[in-house]
C-alpha cells in the first residue's frame, strides 16, 4: 500500500512511495504525530539523482524488516533537498558542526520539537569500514530515546544554542574595491592547477562562477593571467570525459583531477551556469571550442531536459541499465572497444579509439573508458568524425537511458533562461531564445502567485507546496532581465522587478544589510538559514545581489543599488581569502565596480537591420555586467530609452555609467569599443 508520498510532487519523494516505510513529507502534522506517539523523528534527505541515497533505500527502505522496525519506533520523514533547500541547509550545518563532514543521504534523528541530536550520512545494512549497520543506530537511537531521555533533550538543546550561536561574521556593509578584487584574483592563482585547469585537488567540480569573475576582472582590468585560467580551465573540461563528446552537455563533477572520469549524473544548474560561461568565453575570444560547447550544452539542455510544458527538468540520473537488468554508473556514456566495432566496423572503431582515448585496459570500470577529446598531434578528417559521432549517438540512444528527475526548480530554470536567452541571442539561433521564453512563461504562469510570490518548484504543470527561497527570486530575476535584454520586451524587466520588491521587503536584514535564506514571513525552522558562499549554484545571496544591481542599472533605482553595495560587504569578507567559494559574488563586484554600463539602442522599429546590428553589438560587449534596453523610439517599454532620439533618422545607441554618458552613436565599432574598454 502507497505511504504518505503517493500525492507528492517531488520525483525522489515518490521512488520512496511504495516503500514499506510509514513515510510521511516535512509537515507539521508529522511532528504532531512524534508528540502524540511520544516516537523521535528520523529525517531522511536526499534527491532523485543521488547514487548512495538509492543504494540506501534498496538496502535498508525496501527492507520489510528494516521498515517494519522505523514503524514501530520512529516518525520517519522523507525530504527532497531540491525542494527544501532550507531545511537540508539546517541540519547539514548540524551534521557538519558534530561530524566535521556532510553528504546525502543525510540521516538525522530528531525531538518532536524538531531539534536534532545524532547525525549521520548512508548507513550500510551491515557494519563495514568502521561504520555501524543502519539497524545498530537505530537501536542505539531507540535506546536512548527510551531509556535515557534527559541526555538527549540536553544534546539537542546545546545543538540549538550552538546553531543560534552560529551567526556569519558578515563584513560591512561596504562593497569591495580593486585591492579585494586583486586580492581574490591572487588567491585563485594560487589554487589553481596549471597542469590539468580548475582549482583544488580531486574531486573537481566545474568553477563556473570562479571563471564569470575571471572573465569579468579581465574585461575590466585587462589582466592577461585571469583569461589564460579561464580560457585553459575551459579547454580542459570541454576535452575530458566530464563533458558528453557525443551528446554535449557536463556531468556533475569529476572524480579525478585531470576530468577524466565523471560523476555521471547531470545536473540543469550546471549546464546553465557552464553554458553561459562558454558563451561569454566566446564573446571575450572568439574561441570556436567555445561556440561549440555553449551551443552543444544548450541543444543538449533543450533536447533532454526541456519538460512538455516548456520547463527544464532538474537532473539525469548517473544509474542507467547496462542491458542485464543491473543499475550500474555511467553505463549509458561508457565504451569498449568491442562495442565501438560493433557500432561502426573495425576501421572506424579503430579511428575513434585513437579520436576519444579509448583504450583496450580502459579509463573507467571493467575495460570501459569515457569519451575524451585527448591533445593529439594527428589531424583528423572532420567529415569521418562528424559520421562516427553520429553513428555512436544513434547506438547509445538503444540503450536504456537514465532516468529523469522532471520537477521544475524555479531558481535553475532561471539560470537556464538567462544562459538559453544569451546563446540564442549570441549565435543568432532564435529557437534558443524562444526555449527561455517558454520557460519564462511557465514560471509565470504556474510558479508566481498574484502577489508575485514564488512556489519553488513544479511537476508536470502543478506547483509544488513550498514557497520559494532566496536563490529562487535572484536567479528567476537574472533570468528575465537577461531575456528583457535579449527580446527587448519590457514585461520580463518588470516581472524582475516585482521579485525583487520581495527580496527587499521579505529577505534583507534592515540592520545589517545581509539577506537571508528564507523570507521573514517563511516557516520557522530552528534556525533561519543563511549561507552567502556560492558552491554547485550561485548563493541565494549573490544571486540576488546581482538580479538587483543589474535592476538598479536598468531603471536608476536607489534602494536597489544601495541594498548591492550593502549586501556585497560580505564579498568584501570572504573574496579574498576563499575565493573559490564566492566565485558569482565577486563577479557581482566586477559588475558594480564598472559601473555597469546602461546600453539603450534607439531605432525606427526592431525589426530594422541597422538597430539589429547596433542591438547585437551591445550585447556582445564584454564590460562586466552591462545592462541593455533596446526598443522603437520614444518607447516607454524600459527607462532607460527615454529622452533617447535617432540620430538624424538613423539608429543610435546611448552608453553611460556613474551619472555619464557618451556622446549617442550609430557606428557598432564605436560602439564595440566603448563597451569593451
Same mark, same amino acid.
Given at each position: 500500500?502507497?505511504?504518505?508520498?503517493?500525492?507528492?510532487?517531488?520525483?525522489?519523494?515518490?521512488?520512496?512511495?511504495?516503500?514499506?516505510?510509514?513515510?510521511?513529507?516535512?509537515?507539521?502534522?508529522?511532528?504532531?504525530?512524534?508528540?502524540?506517539?511520544?516516537?523521535?523523528?528520523? @529525517?531522511?534527505?536526499?534527491?532523485?539523482?543521488?547514487?548512495?541515497?538509492?543504494?540506501?533505500?534498496?538496502?535498508?527502505?525496501?527492507?520489510?524488516?528494516?521498515?517494519?522496525?522505523?514503524?514501530?519506533?520512529?516518525?520517519?520523514?522523507?525530504?527532497?533537498?531540491?525542494?527544501?533547500?532550507?531545511?537540508?541547509?539546517?541540519?547539514?550545518?548540524?551534521?557538519?558542526?558534530? =561530524?566535521?563532514?556532510? $553528504?546525502?543521504?543525510?540521516?538525522?534523528f530528531l525531538t518532536p520539537e524538531a531539534e536534532p541530536f545524532y547525525f549521520g550520512t548512508y548507513f550500510p545494512p551491515a557494519?563495514?569500514?568502521?561504520?555501524?549497520?543502519?539497524?545498530?543506530?537505530?537501536?542505539?537511537?531507540?535506546?536512548?530515546?527510551?531509556?535515557?531521555?534527559?541526555?538527549?533533550?540536553?544534546?539537542?538543546?546545546?545543538?540549538?544554542?550552538?546553531?543560534?550561536?552560529?551567526?556569519?561574521?558578515?563584513?560591512?556593509?561596504?562593497?569591495?574595491?580593486?585591492?579585494?578584487?586583486?586580492?581574490?584574483?591572487?588567491? @585563485?592563482?594560487?589554487?589553481?592547477?596549471?597542469?590539468?585547469?580548475?582549482?583544488?585537488?580531486?574531486?573537481?567540480?566545474?568553477?563556473?562562477?570562479?571563471?564569470?569573475?575571471?572573465?569579468?576582472?579581465?574585461?575590466?582590468?585587462?589582466?592577461?593571467?585571469?583569461?589564460?585560467?579561464?580560457?585553459?580551465?575551459?579547454?580542459?573540461?570541454?576535452?575530458?570525459?566530464?563533458?558528453?563528446?557525443?551528446?554535449?552537455?557536463?556531468?556533475?563533477?569529476?572524480?579525478?583531477?585531470?576530468?577524466?572520469?565523471?560523476?555521471?549524473?547531470?545536473?540543469?544548474?550546471?549546464?546553465?551556469?557552464?553554458?553561459?560561461?562558454?558563451?561569454?568565453?566566446?564573446?571575450?575570444?572568439?574561441?570556436?571550442?567555445?561556440?561549440?560547447?555553449?551551443?552543444?550544452?544548450?541543444?543538449?539542455?533543450?533536447?533532454?531536459?526541456?519538460?512538455?510544458?516548456?520547463?527544464?527538468?532538474?537532473?539525469?540520473?548517473?544509474?542507467?541499465?547496462?542491458?542485464?537488468?543491473?543499475?550500474?554508473?555511467?553505463?549509458?556514456?561508457?565504451?569498449?572497444? $568491442?562495442?565501438?566495432?560493433?557500432?561502426?566496423?573495425?576501421?572506424?572503431?579503430?579511428?575513434?579509439?585513437?579520436?576519444?582515448?579509448? +583504450?583496450?585496459?580502459?579509463?573507467?570500470?571493467?575495460?570501459?573508458?569515457?569519451?575524451?577529446?585527448?591533445?593529439?598531434?594527428?589531424?583528423?578528417?572532420?567529415?569521418?568524425?562528424?559520421?562516427?559521432?553520429?553513428?555512436?549517438?544513434?547506438?547509445?540512444?538503444?540503450?536504456?537511458?537514465?532516468?529523469?528527475?522532471?520537477?521544475?526548480?524555479?531558481?535553475?530554470?532561471?539560470?537556464?533562461?538567462?544562459?538559453?536567452?544569451? +546563446?540564442?541571442?549570441?549565435?543568432?539561433?532564435?529557437?534558443?531564445?524562444?526555449?527561455?521564453?517558454?520557460?519564462?512563461?511557465?514560471?509565470?504562469?504556474?510558479?508566481?502567485?498574484?502577489?508575485?510570490?514564488? =512556489?519553488?518548484?513544479?511537476?508536470?504543470?502543478?506547483?509544488?507546496?513550498?514557497?520559494?527561497?532566496?536563490?529562487?527570486?535572484?536567479?528567476?530575476?537574472?533570468?528575465?532581465?537577461?531575456?528583457?535584454?535579449?527580446?527587448?520586451?519590457?514585461?520580463?524587466?518588470?516581472?524582475?522587478?516585482?521579485?525583487?520588491?520581495?527580496?527587499?521587503?521579505?529577505?534583507?536584514?534592515?540592520?545589517?544589510?545581509?539577506?537571508?535564506?528564507?523570507?521573514?514571513?517563511?516557516?520557522?525552522?530552528?534556525?533561519?538559514?543563511?549561507?552567502?558562499?556560492?558552491?554547485?549554484?550561485?548563493?541565494?545571496?549573490?544571486?540576488?545581489?546581482?538580479?538587483?544591481?543589474?535592476?538598479?542599472?536598468?531603471?536608476?533605482?536607489?534602494?536597489?543599488?544601495?541594498?548591492?553595495?550593502?549586501?556585497?560587504?560580505?564579498?568584501?569578507?570572504?573574496?579574498?581569502?576563499?575565493?573559490?567559494?564566492?566565485?558569482?559574488?565577486?563577479?557581482?563586484?566586477?559588475?558594480? @565596480?564598472?559601473?555597469?554600463?546602461?546600453?539603450?539602442?534607439?531605432?525606427?522599429?526592431?525589426?530594422?537591420?541597422?538597430?539589429?546590428?547596433?542591438?547585437?553589438?551591445?550585447?556582445?560587449?564584454?564590460?562586466?555586467?552591462?545592462?541593455?534596453?533596446?526598443?522603437?523610439?520614444?518607447?516607454?517599454?524600459?527607462?532607460?530609452?527615454?529622452?533617447?532620439p535617432l540620430q538624424q533618422g538613423a539608429p543610435a545607441a546611448y552608453v553611460c555609467r556613474n551619472f555619464t554618458c557618451d556622446a549617442p552613436t550609430s557606428d557598432p565599432e564605436r560602439l564595440r569599443e566603448a563597451l569593451s574598454s
Amino acid at each position: 500500500m502507497p505511504n504518505r508520498l503517493a500525492h507528492e510532487t517531488s520525483p525522489y519523494l515518490l521512488q520512496h512511495a511504495d516503500n514499506p516505510v510509514d513515510w510521511w513529507p516535512w509537515s507539521e502534522e508529522a511532528f504532531e504525530e512524534a508528540r502524540r506517539s511520544d516516537r523521535p523523528v528520523l @529525517l531522511s534527505v536526499g534527491y532523485s539523482s543521488c547514487h548512495w541515497c538509492h543504494v540506501m533505500a534498496h538496502e535498508s527502505f525496501e527492507d520489510e524488516a528494516t521498515a517494519d522496525f522505523l514503524n514501530a519506533h520512529f516518525v520517519n520523514v522523507k525530504v527532497d533537498r531540491e525542494e527544501r533547500p532550507d531545511v537540508d541547509a539546517v541540519y547539514m550545518e548540524a551534521v557538519q558542526a558534530a =561530524t566535521g563532514q556532510g $553528504g546525502w543521504p543525510m540521516t538525522v534523528f530528531l525531538t518532536p520539537e524538531a531539534e536534532p541530536f545524532y547525525f549521520g550520512t548512508y548507513f550500510p545494512p551491515a557494519p563495514r569500514h568502521g561504520m555501524p549497520s543502519f539497524r545498530q543506530v537505530l537501536e542505539g537511537v531507540r535506546s536512548a530515546w527510551t531509556d535515557r531521555r534527559d541526555e538527549v533533550a540536553e544534546v539537542a538543546g546545546k545543538i540549538v544554542r550552538d546553531l543560534a550561536g552560529r551567526e556569519i561574521s558578515y563584513g560591512g556593509t561596504e562593497a569591495p574595491g580593486e585591492q579585494e578584487l586583486a586580492q581574490a584574483l591572487l588567491g @585563485l592563482t594560487r589554487e589553481y592547477d596549471p597542469q590539468r585547469g580548475g582549482f583544488g585537488g580531486a574531486p573537481k567540480f566545474p568553477p563556473s562562477m570562479a571563471i564569470e569573475f575571471l572573465l569579468r576582472h579581465h574585461a575590466r582590468t585587462g589582466a592577461e593571467g585571469a583569461l589564460q585560467m579561464a580560457q585553459d580551465t575551459c579547454e580542459r573540461m570541454a576535452r575530458g570525459g566530464i563533458y558528453d563528446q557525443l551528446g554535449g552537455g557536463f556531468a556533475r563533477y569529476s572524480v579525478d583531477r585531470d576530468w577524466v572520469v565523471p560523476h555521471f549524473e547531470k545536473m540543469l544548474y550546471d549546464n546553465a551556469l557552464l553554458c553561459r560561461v562558454y558563451a561569454h568565453l566566446w564573446r571575450a575570444t572568439g574561441s570556436d571550442l567555445a561556440r561549440r560547447v555553449a551551443l552543444e550544452t544548450a541543444d543538449f539542455m533543450v533536447r533532454e531536459l526541456r519538460t512538455e510544458q516548456g520547463g527544464f527538468a532538474s537532473a539525469l540520473d548517473a544509474d542507467s541499465d547496462d542491458g542485464t537488468g543491473r543499475h550500474v554508473e555511467g553505463a549509458y556514456y561508457v565504451w569498449t572497444p $568491442g562495442q565501438l566495432r560493433e557500432a561502426l566496423g573495425d576501421d572506424d572503431a579503430e579511428l575513434a579509439a585513437r579520436y576519444f582515448g579509448v +583504450t583496450e585496459e580502459g579509463t573507467f570500470e571493467e575495460g570501459a573508458s569515457v569519451l575524451q577529446l585527448p591533445q593529439r598531434d594527428e589531424v583528423f578528417e572532420a567529415g569521418r568524425i562528424a559520421s562516427v559521432r553520429q553513428r555512436l549517438l544513434e547506438r547509445r540512444a538503444s540503450r536504456p537511458a537514465p532516468g529523469r528527475d522532471d520537477k521544475v526548480v524555479a531558481a535553475w530554470n532561471g539560470l537556464a533562461i538567462a544562459a538559453l536567452a544569451e +546563446t540564442g541571442a549570441y549565435f543568432d539561433r532564435p529557437d534558443l531564445v524562444e526555449a527561455a521564453v517558454g520557460a519564462a512563461d511557465l514560471l509565470v504562469r504556474v510558479h508566481l502567485d498574484e502577489q508575485a510570490r514564488l =512556489t519553488r518548484t513544479s511537476k508536470d504543470g502543478r506547483a509544488g507546496a513550498n514557497a520559494g527561497v532566496l536563490e529562487d527570486y535572484g536567479d528567476v530575476a537574472e533570468g528575465f532581465l537577461a531575456l528583457a535584454s535579449v527580446t527587448g520586451e519590457g514585461v520580463w524587466l518588470d516581472f524582475a522587478g516585482f521579485l525583487l520588491d520581495h527580496v527587499l521587503a521579505r529577505f534583507v536584514d534592515e540592520e545589517s544589510g545581509a539577506l537571508y535564506d528564507t523570507a521573514a514571513d517563511a516557516e520557522r525552522l530552528i534556525r533561519r538559514p543563511q549561507d552567502p558562499t556560492d558552491n554547485a549554484v550561485p548563493s541565494g545571496w549573490s544571486a540576488a545581489a546581482g538580479a538587483l544591481l543589474g535592476y538598479a542599472a536598468h531603471t536608476g533605482s536607489e534602494p536597489h543599488r544601495r541594498a548591492v553595495e550593502r549586501a556585497l560587504g560580505v564579498v568584501k569578507a570572504l573574496g579574498p581569502r576563499v575565493p573559490r567559494f564566492i566565485g558569482w559574488g565577486l563577479a557581482v563586484a566586477e559588475a558594480l @565596480l564598472d559601473g555597469p554600463r546602461e546600453v539603450a539602442v534607439v531605432g525606427p522599429s526592431l525589426s530594422d537591420e541597422a538597430t539589429k546590428t547596433l542591438h547585437r553589438t551591445a550585447l556582445l560587449g564584454t564590460a562586466p555586467g552591462a545592462v541593455v534596453a533596446v526598443g522603437a523610439a520614444e518607447s516607454d517599454e524600459f527607462p532607460l530609452l527615454a529622452d533617447r532620439p535617432l540620430q538624424q533618422g538613423a539608429p543610435a545607441a546611448y552608453v553611460c555609467r556613474n551619472f555619464t554618458c557618451d556622446a549617442p552613436t550609430s557606428d557598432p565599432e564605436r560602439l564595440r569599443e566603448a563597451l569593451s574598454s
